[in-house]
C-alpha cells in the first residue's frame, strides 16, 4: 500500500521559516518524481516544487530564492524548506509522487503564516 505521509506544517509569523517533511512507502522511492503542491483556501492546487529522480529541481515563480526541495532516497524521504514566509504562502501543502501517469497524494499539512 503506497503512502506519502506529510509533516512539519504549523503557525508560523512571516518572515519566519519552516521545513515540510513526506515519508514515503510502498514504492520504489527513487524512481519517482517527487513534488510539493499546495491549496490555499477558494484557490486552486498548485505546483511549489518539484524534484526529480536525478535531483533536478524547479520552483514556481513565487517561491524561487525562498523554498528549496530536496530528497533522500535511502530513507524515502522529501523535504520542503521554507524560509522568508509570507502570508501568501498559507495553504494545505501536499506530498505529490509521480511515475509516468500515475500519481499518488498525501493528506496534506496546513501551513499558516500569520502575525
Known amino acids: 500500500q503506497v503512502q506519502l505521509a506529510e509533516s512539519g506544517g504549523g503557525l508560523v509569523q512571516p518572515g519566519g521559516s519552516l521545513r515540510l517533511s513526506c515519508a514515503a512507502s510502498?514504492?520504489?522511492?527513487?524512481?519517482?518524481?517527487m513534488g510539493w503542491y499546495r491549496q490555499a483556501p477558494g484557490k486552486q492546487r498548485e505546483l511549489v516544487a518539484v524534484?526529480?529522480?536525478?535531483?533536478?529541481?524547479n520552483y514556481v515563480d513565487s517561491v524561487k530564492g525562498r523554498f528549496t526541495i530536496s530528497r533522500d532516497n535511502a530513507e524515502k524521504l522529501v523535504y520542503l524548506q521554507m524560509n522568508s514566509l509570507k502570508p501568501e504562502d498559507t495553504a494545505v501543502y501536499y506530498c505529490?509522487?509521480?511515475?509516468?501517469?500515475?500519481?499518488?497524494w498525501g493528506k496534506g499539512t496546513l501551513v499558516t503564516v500569520s502575525l
Open positions: 524534484i526529480t529522480s536525478g535531483g533536478s529541481t
Open positions: 510502498g514504492i520504489t522511492f527513487s524512481y519517482y518524481v
Open positions: 505529490n509522487a509521480q511515475l509516468g501517469a500515475v500519481n499518488y
